[in-house]
């Protein structure tokens, strides 16, 4: 009797664990056999939650406790301000008086000296950038090295001071970068280079200082990003390692006044050619001081943080530098905004359908309550839309992107006083609130006891104050990306209905048949239109080799040249519609599109997940409706597979972004150029994403449309 308990009883758990597993295949096979209905749903929830985002935005709120903001008074007073005013009136008297801008860089090592720093001169040359498609997400860059036997060019100089920290031993830093231009230097550079000097003043005779201070006065004349990129490759990398910066008599005296080069080789206060370092870096603010011309009501302070291929600095940097700029000194703080998007009637119609339900449910429970209004909606919208197509574009918004390349967590702070420049303390009272911020938000950094870790590192801005975290907005994606497997999975399997010819008819095949293998030729096409991609991927390199060409003509000839080699391999290989089973090898080819796009989407969400984001909009509704026109019998269907045909073809989907987030007049074929130069140029991974998995999609579209 025992026996047979005990063998009923394993009986039992066989069939329960059969009915587990057969709980998990039932459940594939019911989203197989009803992929249309999940495919709509799923998509349907997808863009609704994109819709939703402004809503789920949460406060920022600082994570690490060890920051404290705000703990302690600020130091700085009227006194730093009136050394702001010494430099600034120097480098005017010195501009307007010898018109000499070279003279600048001694001037400021001079003041640096005067503080008790250690000063040096960094020089570096222009790079050019070029097309390095086996560069990309790489470190390593073109040395920007001046050598004795080197080019004659003119030099950059950035001009490089160092508070050594007399709490702290030498292993950390916080990085201070005030870029000016030395051929051009206007007011705004001026106040920006005196607002850095006046908390430099500060921080020599900080007691409190457990971080090393390094003011980089850095020399834009070939850009702000260039100046501050080289100065942190010479930083990272040993002159054991790579070939340190240094300029023979020869050379230093063709690039560099010789007034100047004899003043520094006189000895006094002069910056020592030698490169100096301190500890790791911390953190890194670039100071900026712009002045907008209008009459505001409070300062202004706009955060940069978008570094390159959608990297952003640990959130708590920002979150300290908003809490001290609005709760300490009043600054109305601003981040990037479409414009265009606030006067949106759509935006306005869903932002006013919110808060009417918001109203509703409120009735219902008061906890319900979205708590949103129709213009938070349609603001927070417009900035998440200039969030999120910044980091998809891949391109720093400032210099503070070169710091991300070396994991260091940096922002740049563009402060706009309330009055013009013109009229008198305008700027004065700008630097003491902006020296107070700096202070406080170097306070904070200097508290830290390790790196930023503890915030978001993935996130969307709706305001300077609120955020969207990985965890949120990836739901979209991936409910819009969710019916790319199931869809695949039915096409292949055959369990998937079509109309041809006004007859419902489903493919069918058997394992063994010879028409199971069928695949692999419409795996032939994809494949060949994937190497046909990879070939107009690297043409750019070749094409931006041809001298005096204009920005029309180089892409007239790659649009010739990618069509040329489309057609040859449409003539060696054949037609994509030969040896095909003419009824239904649409079915498998629309299969192994979907199947490599479905990868590529995944693939490129490791790398920029906002290119994803938007890149999904346009390939999963083509992977899904893709079907031939002349099997569309549904007028709606017909119009939807032409409208992506039009909107989904690369360079008009640039268009319509580009067109969103900038205002521009006019446009020409030129252009196109440009924006792709652009990207490949930063090695943006959002070129790949369209060279390569957004085109090959948009090519086996037309295909499946235009299938006999």
Same mark, same amino acid.
């Given at each position: ?633 549904? @007028?709606?269907?017909?119009? /939807?597979?032409? $409208? =992506? &045909?039009? %909107?989904? +073809? ?41 060279? @390569?998995?957004?085109?090959? /999609?948009?090519? $086996? =579209? &037309?295909? %499946?449309? +235009?299938?006999?």
């Amino acid at each position: 009797m025992e026996e047979s308990e005990e063998e009923n009883g394993g009986r039992k758990m066989k069939s329960m664990e059969r009915r587990k597993a057969r709980l998990i295949i039932r459940l594939g096979e019911f989203l197989i056999s009803h992929s249309v209905l999940a495919s709509v749903i799923s998509c349907a929830a997808g863009i609704v939650v994109l819709f939703l985002l402004p809503v789920l935005a949460k406060k920022t709120y600082i994570s690490e406790n060890a920051l404290m903001p705000g703990s302690a008074n600020p130091m700085f007073s009227q006194k730093h301000v009136m050394e702001a005013d010494k430099l600034v009136k120097a480098i005017t008297d010195q501009i307007y008086s010898t018109g000499k801008e070279l003279e600048t860089p001694r001037l400021i090592a001079q003041y640096m000296s005067h503080l008790g720093a250690e000063v040096y001169y960094h020089k570096f040359k222009e790079e050019t950038k070029q097309f390095h498609p086996f560069h990309f997400f790489s470190s390593i860059h073109t040395s920007g090295s001046v050598h004795g036997n080197g080019s004659t060019t003119a030099l950059g100089i950035n001009t490089v001071g160092i508070i050594r920290a007399p709490r702290g031993d030498g292993k950390e830093s916080i990085v201070m970068v005030s870029p000016y231009n030395s051929q051009k230097l206007v007011l705004d550079d001026a106040v920006s280079l005196g607002l850095a000097y006046s908390v430099f003043s500060l921080l020599s005779q900080a007691t409190w200082l457990a971080k090393d201070i390094v003011w980089v006065a850095s020399d834009s004349r070939y850009g702000e990003y260039v100046s501050v990129d080289a100065w942190l490759r010479e930083y990272h990398n040993p002159s054991f390692l790579s070939e340190a910066v240094k300029v023979d008599s020869d050379t230093y005296k063709m690039c560099i006044d010789k007034n100047m080069a004899h003043n520094c080789k006189n000895g006094g206060d002069r910056g020592s050619d030698d490169f100096r370092r301190a500890g790791t870096m911390a953190a890194g603010l670039v100071l900026k001081v712009t002045d907008q011309k209008q009459t505001n009501e409070r300062d202004s302070l706009k955060i940069y943080s978008e570094a390159s291929n959608g990297q952003m600095p640990n959130l708590d940097l920002v979150n300290i530098v908003y809490y001290l700029a609005v709760q300490r000194q009043s600054f109305h703080v601003k981040v990037g905004i479409i414009r265009s998007l606030l006067s949106s009637v759509f935006l306005k119609t869903i932002g006013k359908t919110l808060e009417i339900l918001s109203e509703m449910v409120g009735y219902l429970n008061p906890k319900w309550k979205f708590g949103i209004s129709s213009a938070d909606y349609v603001e927070g919208s417009a900035t998440l839309a200039s969030s999120m197509y910044t980091q998809a574009l891949g391109v720093p918004t400032g210099s503070h992107g070169a710091f991300r390349d070396y994991q260091v967590d940096a922002i740049t702070l563009e402060f706009s006083p309330s009055f013009p420049f013109q009229k008198d303390l305008s700027h004065s009272l700008t630097i003491i609130n902006s020296g107070r911020l700096i202070e406080g938000v170097i306070r904070s950094v200097n508290n830290l006891l390790e790196k930023f870790h503890q915030s978001f590192f993935l996130y969307f801005f709706t305001s300077p104050d609120k955020f969207i975290s990985v965890g949120v907005y990836m739901i979209g994606f991936a409910l819009l990306a969710a019916p790319l497997p199931i869809v695949a999975s039915a096409l292949f399997s055959g369990k998937f209905t079509s109309e041809d010819h006004g007859e419902s008819t489903v493919t069918e095949k058997t394992s063994n048949s010879p028409a199971s293998w069928q695949w692999i030729g419409a795996a032939k096409v994809v494949f060949t239109v994937h190497i046909w991609a990879i070939i107009v991927l690297l043409m750019p390199h070749f094409i931006s080799q041809l001298p005096n060409l204009t920005s029309t003509m180089s892409m007239l000839i790659w649009i010739s040249n990618s069509t040329i080699t489309a057609l040859f391999f449409y003539m060696v290989l054949g037609s994509p519609y030969q040896h095909s089973n003419p009824q239904h090898k649409w079915l498998l080819l629309k299969a192994v599109m979907i199947s490599a796009t479905s990868i590529g989407l995944s693939l490129m969400s490791i790398i920029n997940f906002a290119t994803v984001q938007i890149g999904s909009l346009f390939l999963v509704p083509m992977c899904l409706i893709a079907q031939p026109l002349r099997c569309s019998k549904p @007028v709606l269907l017909t119009c /939807c597979n032409l $409208l =992506f &045909m039009i %909107i989904g +073809f690369p360079l008009f989907a640039m268009l319509i972004f580009e067109s969103l987030s900038t205002e521009f007049e006019g446009i020409c074929i030129g252009n196109f150029w440009e924006w792709t130069q652009s990207l490949w140029e930063w090695n943006s991974a959002t070129y790949l994403y369209l060279l @390569v998995v957004h085109l090959p /999609c948009w090519v $086996l =579209f &037309m295909h %499946i449309l +235009f299938h006999p």
